[in-house]
């Protein structure tokens, strides 16, 4: 080998070192939809609009934190509460895309709609970075979501006894208003309070809004938080059931809600009460 | 020469057959390690638990389910303590046979469950009321699932050792540990607080003592033929 060519290759292999020391996330990607994000400038984005909450670390203490319930998400966890993939999985860039689009509802992270697609594929590329998991595992496979099964008296009324037999109650409470006998002593993973979902407050979930994304909250969970998974013990057509009657908790005119009514309505004695009340236990 | 191996396969297979141990057949060798975990000072006290909200678990138990953080024995012994491995073991896979976790009367039995990672767990509901088993990981994946009344029993597993919290959302006085391990040499301390690692080859080990509330202790032990004895001694606080 001549001297030239080890000069060569010693300066190759120096570019390349220091191409992965500028880019810590050199080696990880997102892919949403057909774009593909980097990691390094998600960090740029990261620490203009992320760092105040989430923190330099990645861990949910940035400087506002203190002041935050729920707490900014710990991305180096890799815990995430909105997901298609089972409980336990990593999520797939696609679902942390839409949190960081969406945000979460009754907390205080906003909707980042205003950035670009790019932009936020970038910053989904960069928040990969902060869990090793994400270099060992890879994501979950979505849940199989069927087509939903059409509104009807009967699938509501069958979703009513999925919501007493299933416990829904114990913490979202016999009307759906989060306040069922466990609901004081919840906490998240980290042991801080949280309460469970009021149904009543409006619309909107912080995992979407659509009577799809009611399903696939149950199914999958909600991890790190008390929220279990309910994949393994629910079928896909009760689980259809079970998102018709929690819509007619809610305080807005729902198809549901009109036929709830009206049974409720011609039937006063045949409805039997949610709760530790109802029996057949 | 002969006879002697023949002696260690008879050792080995007695081991297998009366489930000593892990439930892994231990590697040749003769050596063992046991010994007592007590404690010094004061403990504090176990706690009845309110479980009213829960009939159909209340009504299983005549004398309230005491909380088990600091679990303690005659003589001051210290029960649930994990006693185990850390260094110095050639442990081979992890054994066929499921550690099983139950639920019943709204609490976890046993409330400390050794196993190896890689070993496949199975976590039954024995009770009349939905559960949520749902353990805190934070090396392994953390994953939570509602478990109804009469549903099969979950079937997992964990990876990487570690010490997991398992609680239940629903009834939260639920508590106990997953203890994975990363070796089969382990035991948890019963009411006597006695424990006994068997099958060990001769030579140095690190063997580590874990309780859930006041942390892990080790010693450095060298093992020949026969049993060793150490015995480990934590410190109690009333709080």
């Known amino acids: ?281 | 020469m002969k006879q002697k191996k023949l002696l260690w396969f008879l050792a080995g297979s007695l081991c297998i057959g009366s489930g000593i141990g892990a439930g892994s057949p231990p590697p040749a060798g003769g050596g063992s390690i046991s010994g007592k975990v007590t404690y010094t000072g004061t403990p504090p006290k176990m706690k009845p638990i309110d479980m009213s909200k829960e009939p159909s678990c209340a009504k299983q138990h005549t004398t309230p389910v005491m909380t088990e953080n600091v679990a303690t024995g005659p003589e001051s012994a210290l029960q649930y303590v994990v006693v185990y491995i850390s260094a110095g073991d050639t442990t081979g896979a992890a054994p066929g046979e499921a550690a099983r976790y139950d639920q019943k009367g709204c609490q976890y039995l046993p409330h400390v469950l050794p196993m190896q990672t890689g070993q496949s767990l199975q976590i039954y509901n024995d009770d009349q009321t939905s559960h949520n088993i749902h353990p805190l990981a934070k090396v392994n994946p953390e994953w939570n699932k509602s478990q109804p009344a009469g549903s099969p029993p979950i079937d997992t597993k964990y990876e990487k050792p570690e010490f997991i919290p398992v609680k239940c959302n629903i009834h939260p006085w639920m508590h106990g540990y997953f203890a994975v391990l990363s070796t089969s040499h382990y035991s948890v301390t019963g009411e006597d607080g006695s424990f006994s690692l068997k099958g060990l080859p001769a030579g140095k080990y690190t063997v580590t003592a874990w309780q859930e509330q006041y942390g892990s202790q080790t010693q450095d032990v060298t093992v020949g033929a026969g049993d060793t004895k150490i015995n480990f001694t934590f410190k109690a606080l009333p709080y």
Not at chain 1, 69 to 82: H, I, L
């Open chain 1, 1 to 281: 080998m001549t001297l030239k060519k080890v000069l060569v290759t010693f300066a190759l292999g120096l570019g390349f070192s220091l191409l992965i020391d500028l880019h810590p996330g050199f080696a990880q990607e997102s892919h949403v939809g057909n774009l593909t994000g980097n990691a390094g400038s998600g960090k740029q984005l990261y620490r203009r609009y992320c760092i105040g909450c989430h923190g330099p670390q990645g861990d949910g203490n940035g400087e506002n934190a203190p002041w935050i319930d729920p707490k900014p998400r710990d991305f180096t966890a890799a815990t995430f509460k909105c997901r298609s993939t089972p409980t336990g999985t990593l999520p797939t860039d696609e679902d942390l895309d839409h949190a960081v689009q969406r945000g979460f509802v009754t907390t205080n992270m906003p909707s980042w709609n205003p950035l670009t697609p790019q932009q936020r594929a970038d910053l989904v590329a960069y928040i990969k970075t902060f869990s090793p998991r994400w270099k060992t595992e890879k994501p979950g496979t979505p849940i199989n979501i069927p087509p939903e099964t059409p509104v009807t008296i009967e699938s509501v009324l069958h979703g009513r006894e999925l919501f007493q037999k299933m416990e829904c109650w114990k913490c979202h409470g016999p009307a759906g208003h989060g306040d069922g006998p466990s609901a004081a002593t919840l906490t998240d993973s980290k042991d801080n309070p949280i309460r469970p979902y009021n149904f009543s407050t409006g619309s909107r979930f912080k995992c979407g809004e659509t009577n799809t994304d009611l399903y696939r909250i149950f199914m999958t969970g909600v991890d790190g938080t008390p929220m279990p998974s309910f994949a393994d013990v629910i079928q896909p057509n009760d689980a259809w059931d079970l998102v018709h009657f929690l819509r007619t908790l809610q305080s807005l005119h729902t198809p549901e809600e009109g036929l709830w009514k009206k049974y409720a309505a011609e039937h006063p004695s045949s409805i039997k009460p949610i709760g530790p009340d109802a029996g057949g236990q």
